[in-house]
């Protein structure tokens, strides 16, 4: 698979995941690899405020659900991509219900912005414990930056927040353009693209997690700023 693929739509990149997990746990059995994560954004019709807003976390935490999708493995593929579907909108139910993780706090902090906030990962293929060190990045990041390209054209965010500084180098800087593009004050934790008539504002943040409040208070004010219409 070619870059030159970047105009692919979002279900086929979602096919192409269940795919690539095959091929990646194929490679080594081994591989204490987590089931793929798949985005989904069912309320499209329901914006508030801004608008829609993408939030791009790392990775999924622990298997995300590897037994339940292991055991769909005779399916087609898209049965398996369905029941990954089905994963991403339990988690969200159980979110949007409890008090959970710093990350969760900032996701219902964003939706007072606009909405929905629809949640995404850098890498769609995580592993057990921790995040997806270099040889799991280069494995999926052709297919994580088509992907992403593919979210925000068929999500049509207002704002891209990006929370973490993680695959920087494999989807990030290749996806929205090297720092050069990015502005940056001289003394917060996050940079920024402006928006434009075609394009999504992007902020990029430290992850919220053992952040004090008044810090992640200054990228939502940021976030609320380019969010603002044209």
Same mark, same amino acid.
């Given at each position: 698979?070619?870059?030159?693929?970047?105009?692919?739509?979002?279900?086929?990149?979602?096919?192409?995941?269940?795919?690539?997990?095959?091929?990646?746990?194929?490679?080594?059995?081994?591989?204490?690899?987590?089931?793929?994560?798949?985005?989904?954004?069912?309320?499209?019709?329901?914006?508030?405020?801004?608008?829609?807003?993408?939030?791009?976390?790392?990775?999924?935490?622990?298997?995300?659900?590897?037994?339940?999708?292991?055991?769909?493995?005779?399916?087609?593929?898209?049965?398996?991509?369905?029941?990954?579907?089905?994963?991403?909108?339990?988690?969200?139910?159980?979110?949007?219900?409890?008090?959970?993780?710093?990350?969760?706090?900032?996701?219902?902090?964003?939706?007072?912005?606009?909405?929905?906030?629809?949640?995404?990962?850098?890498?769609?293929?995580?592993?057990?414990?921790?995040?997806?060190?270099?040889?799991?990045?280069?494995?999926?990041? *052709?297919?994580?930056?088509?992907?992403?390209?593919?979210?925000?054209? *068929?999500?049509?965010?207002?704002?891209?927040?990006?929370?973490?500084?993680?695959?920087?180098?494999?989807?990030?800087?290749?996806?929205?353009?090297?720092?050069?593009?990015?502005?940056?004050?001289?003394?917060? *934790?996050?940079?920024?693209?402006?928006?434009?008539?075609?394009?999504?504002?992007?902020?990029?943040?430290?992850?919220?997690?053992?952040?004090?409040?008044?810090?992640?208070?200054?990228?939502?004010?940021?976030?609320?700023?380019?969010?603002?219409?044209?």
């Amino acid at each position: 698979m070619k870059e030159a693929d970047a105009s692919i739509c979002l279900s086929e990149c979602q096919r192409r995941w269940i795919k690539k997990f095959d091929e990646m746990r194929n490679l080594d059995a081994d591989l204490e690899l987590a089931a793929p994560f798949l985005s989904v954004a069912d309320s499209l019709d329901d914006q508030t405020g801004a608008g829609p807003i993408l939030l791009v976390g790392k990775a999924t935490d622990k298997d995300w659900r590897r037994k339940q999708f292991l055991s769909a493995a005779g399916g087609s593929t898209e049965e398996r991509v369905g029941e990954r579907r089905k994963a991403t909108r339990h988690h969200l139910d159980y979110v949007s219900q409890h008090q959970f993780s710093a990350f969760w706090r900032f996701w219902k902090h964003l939706s007072k912005i606009g909405s929905p906030v629809i949640w995404t990962n850098l890498a769609k293929i995580g592993v057990l414990h921790g995040n997806p060190g270099h040889k799991y990045l280069k494995a999926q990041q *052709e297919l994580a930056r088509i992907t992403l390209r593919a979210e925000i054209s *068929e999500y049509r965010p207002v704002l891209v927040v990006i929370t973490g500084d993680y695959a920087k180098s494999e989807i990030v800087l290749p996806v929205f353009g090297d720092r050069s593009r990015w502005k940056e004050p001289p003394d917060y *934790e996050f940079c920024w693209i402006e928006r434009t008539i075609s394009k999504p504002a992007v902020l990029w943040t430290d992850h919220p997690e053992r952040k004090l409040n008044f810090r992640v208070q200054r990228w939502l004010d940021k976030a609320r700023e380019l969010a603002q219409p044209l």
